[in-house]
């Protein structure tokens, strides 16, 4: 299973300042051009949760993510 944060706008000193305040370990990408964000149809930030399974299939939950609701979403895609 994969993890990448994807960023939409603002500076790569804020981008990278938030990476580096809260210990994000995972890929993270800055999507500037909204290519990822136009691709999920996501309107805006600040959260987004996007699970592609093994077959494509795709989950989307907008909004702040709950570790309980990403634990659930998590456990349906990995069985």
Known sequence: MN???VAWTGSDDDFQAFIDTHG????T???DAAVVFERFG????PALVVVVD???EEQQVF???EDELLRSILS???G
């Not at 994000?24 to 890929?27: G, K, L, M, Q, R």
């Not at 996501?42 to 930030?45: E, I, P």
């Open 24 to 27: 994000i370990t995972f890929p």
């Open 3 to 5: 993890f990448v944060g």
């Open 76 to 78: 349906n895609v990995t």
């Open 63 to 65: 909004g702040a993510v």
């Open 54 to 56: 093994a077959r494509g």
């Open 29 to 31: 990408i800055s999507d």
């Open 42 to 45: 996501v309107a805006s930030q």
